[in-house]
């Protein structure tokens, strides 16, 4: 499975941003898709997740309310729809996919996902 990220960029707090992945490869077979994020100097972390069917969806606390993930109909692209922007959610956002079921306590770990694209740098200024 191939990723490719896009949609990131420069914008001021309190704007909107939707990044897109799209998958190719064994697309079809992407069981759970994620979004993680990693800022200058820091570990990356969990942003958010979707199973294949779309119908659960799993957030970090610093997202919740702010941050909409969801999948295409096609089965081989997630979005990340992100509102209310801070200079916090400044970083490089990173697609994750993985071909295996991952359970609910785990969707939240780089070790789930096998499968990752190159990044998408989103800049917020304050």
């Known amino acids: 499975v191939q990723l490719q990220a896009s949609g990131g960029g420069l914008v001021q707090a309190g704007d909107s941003l939707r990044l897109s992945c799209e998958a190719s490869?064994?697309?079809?077979?992407?069981?759970?898709m994620a979004w993680f994020r990693q800022g200058l100097g820091k570990e990356r972390e969990f942003v958010a997740a979707?199973?294949?069917?779309?119908?659960?969806?799993f957030y970090a606390d610093s997202v919740k309310g702010r941050f909409t993930i969801s999948r295409g109909s096609a089965l081989n692209s997630v979005y990340l729809q992100m509102n209310s922007l801070g200079s916090e959610d400044t970083a490089v956002y990173h697609c994750?996919?993985?071909?295996?079921?991952?359970?609910?306590?785990?969707?939240?770990?780089?070790?789930?996902?096998?499968?990752w694209g190159q990044g998408t740098l989103v800049t917020v200024s304050s």
């Open positions: 979707i199973r294949r069917d779309g119908g659960h969806q």
């Open positions: 994750a996919a993985s071909l295996q079921h991952v359970i609910n306590s785990q969707v939240s770990a780089v070790g789930s996902y096998g499968y």
């Open positions: 490869g064994r697309a079809s077979r992407t069981m759970t």
